[in-house]
């Protein structure tokens, strides 16, 4: 376990705006609650709560991943308008003290999936 510094910054804050995601111009996600990740240099990530998004289109795959700062991913796959989206979302379930605020949320590859701020 790593712990953000100034050589990796992490800095995780309330997004004011309403964020959507879609597939397939299906909307899988929609909050008021989305938290922003920004990690070094990386480009920021929308965290959408669970809550707030439709389980019943998501489909827990067997991929998991590491990042030593993050903790241990898990990942699902979108099932919406009769296709599969491959492990197009991550979860830290169970993140390191220092990400606990993401406990719960869900975020999303914007190659597979549309983010988008809403009025």
Not at 87 to 107: D, R, S, V
Request: one cysteine or more.
């Amino acid at each position: 376990m790593k712990l953000p510094g100034p050589d990796h910054p992490i800095t995780i804050t309330a997004n004011p705006k309403r964020v959507r995601v879609t597939a397939d111009g299906v909307v899988i996600a929609e909050t008021t609650h989305a938290l922003t990740l920004k990690e070094a240099s990386y480009p920021a990530v929308q965290y959408l709560p669970r809550q707030d998004a439709n389980m019943a289109l998501l489909a827990r795959t067997e991929r998991t991943t590491h990042c030593p700062y993050k903790g241990d991913a898990s990942y699902y796959s979108i099932k919406a308008n009769g296709k599969t989206l491959d492990n197009a979302i991550w979860t830290y379930e169970t993140p390191f003290p220092a990400m606990t605020e993401i406990t719960g949320h869900l975020a999303f590859y914007p190659d597979k999936v549309k983010i988008e701020e809403v009025a």
